[in-house]
């Protein structure tokens, strides 16, 4: 059984499952809990259920601070329709808990095969011709054990660690990219090592052996402080030394110097991550995903799961006689609300939320109190998720989890 229960039972209606990475987040701390490293230390000293108080309040201290215009939302809660309980999980990405979700795997945070996903992504589209492409052909052909993604990244220092800064907060240009790229292949070309764009915010890496690398994603990291998650491991060396010529070729770019004459933070480092090997499937996966996402897409792709566009969820519940597909766990996937987070946008991010809340949420809800939905599961990807259940006694996660009012809590 995966940590979201979703060993079907007979029955006729779906268990749906919410990943929503960042629908707990706030923007607005300078030091945000739930990325910082000692949150995601696999040693921490703090209790499961203390981590889930704080996510609850975190969310509803999220949408209190939302505009004048959104008052009557965070007055006016949804309606007490089901039952619910906040839940602890060892997932701190998306990927992992779409794998999970999905009944194939249950994979720690330095274990996603994002560079292998992304590889399969890249022969399903025309990526741009770039000096990188015979490098990543040769990946796709030879050397996909040799291959991570490589984000650009900004590393903020700190008194006695740093800090990253996602590639999402950067508003990287093509022509940065492409110049950043061509000097860091002029580098590590000689030494049969190369760089590749996937798009302005995802690169590749190619040319040393992955089995070393243990670090998280990019994402999973970003606004902590990075010391508890570069590279650990003794056989590591290959993987710290290029990580330190890289920062030394990028401190004096002319990127990084026109940027910085904009007053925009600098493009710095790369993060390298993702370089695991796809996993065999722990059984015969049996998820019904519902994402517009490339990682997701890839994902079902390799597995072969059938996906549809993210928007077609609540119609296909809603579609009493689609009865094929409801004895087997319908996962949705939406990182908009994500991607405003990472870029620190508070009117994106507030938006987006109100958004999915309206628009996908609510409906559900409903859908679940109607009988259509057996269960429904809100997972915001950084160890805590709601489930839900249709109503006895107990109130419903929204009392407990929305704010009475623009001055509650």
Not at 44 to 65: I, K, L, P, R, Y
């Amino acid at each position: 059984m995966t940590p979201y229960n979703n060993d079907i039972m007979t029955t006729t209606s779906p268990i749906v499952t919410l990943l929503v990475p960042g629908c707990f987040s706030d923007i607005g701390s300078d030091e945000p809990v739930e990325n910082d490293a000692s949150a995601h230390n696999a040693n921490q000293a703090v209790s499961e259920s203390d981590q889930a108080q704080h996510q609850q309040t975190q969310f509803a201290d999220a949408h209190s601070g939302d505009n004048s215009s959104d008052q009557q939302a965070s007055d006016n809660p949804p309606a007490e329709l089901n039952n619910s309980q906040v839940l602890s999980n060892p997932f701190q990405s998306y990927e992992q808990a779409l794998f999970s979700a999905s009944n194939v795997a249950t994979l720690k945070p330095s274990a996603i095969p994002a560079a292998q996903l992304s590889l399969r992504e890249a022969t399903e589209s025309a990526l741009p011709k770039t000096s990188g492409c015979d490098a990543l052909n040769n990946a796709l052909q030879n050397e996909a054990h040799h291959t991570v993604r490589a984000d650009p990244v900004h590393l903020m220092a700190g008194t006695d660690n740093a800090r990253l800064i996602p590639a999402q907060a950067l508003h990287i240009q093509a022509d940065e990219a492409d110049a950043i790229i061509a000097s860091i292949n002029e580098l590590i070309n000689p030494d049969n090592q190369s760089v590749v764009k996937l798009d302005n915010n995802r690169w590749l890496f190619t040319g040393i052996n992955n089995a070393s690398l243990d670090t998280w994603p990019s994402h999973a990291v970003a606004n902590g402080r990075i010391a508890s998650f570069l590279p650990r491991q003794a056989s590591a060396d290959a993987w710290r030394l290029l990580f330190t010529e890289v920062q030394m070729l990028l401190h004096a770019h002319p990127v990084n110097m026109a940027r910085q004459s904009r007053g925009l933070a600098t493009i710095n480092a790369l993060w390298f991550w993702g370089g695991a090997d796809l996993p065999k499937a722990d059984k015969n996966p049996s998820a019904l995903l519902f994402s517009d996402n490339a990682f997701a897409k890839a994902f079902a792709g390799h597995y072969q799961l059938p996906i549809s566009n993210a928007d077609d969820l609540l119609a296909s519940v809603q579609n009493t006689s689609n009865i094929d597909n409801r004895d087997k766990p319908w996962v949705y996937l939406d990182t908009q609300i994500y991607n405003a987070w990472l870029a620190g946008d508070v009117t994106q991010l507030t938006a987006a939320k109100k958004r999915f809340t309206q628009n996908l949420l609510e409906p559900l809800q409903q859908a679940l109190a109607n009988g259509q939905i057996e269960r429904l599961t809100l997972d915001g990807c950084e160890g805590v998720s709601i489930l839900e259940s249709r109503r006895t006694a107990n109130k419903p996660w929204w009392k407990k989890w929305w704010p009475l009012g623009r001055n509650s809590g």
